[in-house]
């Protein structure tokens, strides 16, 4: 069975940089057939792609985001992580990590396997 768990700080202050840890149980993040993305969901707006990691190691960005995310992985450990620095309070969100077939997809029926969500609050 995959599961995904994402974990992050839950609070952080206006430009600093935050990190999510995505930890997936049940399928190797080195070997599986799918786009390992994250995205998020500000509080009454529509869910946002914000980038994804494939197992091969490429990684692909939202353009608009591109300059503040990171992504990497670590395969020893079976997790993926999101980076996104110099945080505004429009950085307020539920983030999701997710696996599916699809790159960049906003649609939740395009994705197999979800995370529960964390959320980020930026406030000082």
């Known amino acids: 069975q995959v599961q995904l768990q994402e974990s992050g700080p839950g609070l952080v202050k206006p430009s600093q940089t935050v990190f999510l840890t995505c930890t997936v149980s049940?399928?190797?993040?080195?070997?599986?057939?799918?786009?390992m993305s994250w995205l998020r969901q500000p509080p009454g707006k529509e869910l946002e792609w914000l980038g994804a990691?494939?197992?091969?190691?490429?990684?692909y960005y939202s353009p608009p985001l591109k300059s503040r995310t990171s992504i990497s992985r670590d395969t020893s450990k079976n997790h993926f992580t999101l980076q996104l620095s110099s945080v505004t309070p429009e950085d307020t969100a539920v983030y999701y990590c997710?696996?599916?077939?699809?790159?960049?997809?906003?649609?939740?029926?395009?994705?197999?396997?979800w995370g529960q969500g964390t959320q980020v609050t930026v406030s000082s």
């Open positions: 997710a696996l599916g077939p699809m790159l960049s997809s906003t649609s939740k029926h395009e994705y197999d396997y």
């Open positions: 049940g399928v190797s993040i080195a070997t599986n057939h799918y786009f």
């Open positions: 990691i494939e197992p091969s190691g490429s990684i």
